[in-house]
Every structure is written in C-alpha cells, then in structure tokens.
C-alpha cells in the first residue's frame, strides 16, 4: 500500500503547486518513481487541481487508486482493497503558502521545505514556470521522483471532478 505520509505530501503538494506561479488550475499527466535503494515502484496516472483546495490524483498503474483533496479532509480510495479512508487535515496544512515561500535557485529550480522535510522543484521556465518536477526524500529514506508530463494550465475544471466516486458497497475507515 502507498504510504499514507507520502499522500499526504501530495496534498500539500498538489494545493500548493497552483499558487507557485498563480495559476486557477493545473492537469497533467504523472510518473511517480519510488526507489528504496533494494527495489523501485513506478506509479502512474493523472493529477487536476483547482483553487482554491481542489486536487485529485489519479492512480492507474500499476495499481487503481483515487485521493481526493476538498480543504481540510482527504479521501483515499482503494479499489483493489475496496475501501476509503477518510482523513482530516489540521490547521497546520496551509496548501498555498507552502510554495509561495519557495526559494528560487536558478531560472528552473525552486526549494521549499514542509516541516522538517525539503523538496526540489523543477519547472519549465517557458511554460509559465509550469511544474515539471518534484524530487524528495521520505521519512523512510527512499527517493521520491515525480514527473508531470501534459500539463495544462488554467483550463476550466468543473467541481463535480473533485467530488470523490465512493461505491457504497466500500469500507469506510476514518482516521
């Protein structure tokens, strides 16, 4: 199962990856790659985020996997375990001001750190600095890579993609 730790990250990631350059909304296809050093995952799907706190990710390979971001709650949905966890994020997950406070190292690249963690960011100065990719460290140690391929910035999103698909026969766990 994908950590739950690395999720979140994506939920500060995914919010906050819109104010870095001001942008309503950001789509695009994505690679994941996670690599403990003995073996590497490689993930893949779709990601759409919209302002204010909207995001979904798309999970499609190599397993099937939704989380849904609205404010301050996540839905992780899990089709092959046939359940959804929901969580409620605390005050502290402020999605905008965490890329507003990167820092720029060069003309495509940016640093930013979420508590104790720091994370690099590659844009592609030519696409108004549209996110190309994340590179971190876990608390587990093992290297994060993620990779946005397609992206499209400020197409109008309909808020029905952002309302979590749950089937009724699914486990609902709260945490």
């Not at 906050?16 to 789509?27: A, G, P, Q, V």
Request: charged share 25%; aromatic share 12%.
């Amino acid at each position: 199962m994908f950590p739950l730790k690395s999720l979140i990250f994506f939920i500060f990631l995914s919010s906050s990856l819109l104010s870095f350059t001001k942008m309503e909304s950001f789509s695009a296809d994505f690679r994941q790659i996670i690599d403990s050093g003995d073996s590497q995952i490689v993930y893949s799907g779709r990601i759409e985020a919209k302002r204010p706190n909207r995001v979904v990710w798309h999970y499609k390979e190599p397993v099937e996997k939704s989380l849904y971001i609205d404010g301050d709650r996540v839905y992780v949905i899990d089709h092959d375990l046939e359940q959804v966890i929901i969580k409620m994020l605390n005050s502290e997950v402020l999605f905008f001001s965490i890329l507003e406070n990167s820092k720029k190292i060069d003309e495509k690249r940016y640093s930013t750190s979420i508590g104790e963690q720091n994370y690099l960011l590659i844009v592609d100065k030519n696409s108004k600095n549209s996110l190309k990719k994340i590179i971190y460290v876990d608390q587990l140690d093992n290297s994060i890579e993620i990779n946005f391929f397609d992206s499209v910035i400020d197409k109008e999103l309909n808020n029905s993609l952002f309302e979590p698909k749950i089937p009724n026969s699914y486990d609902k766990i709260y945490q």
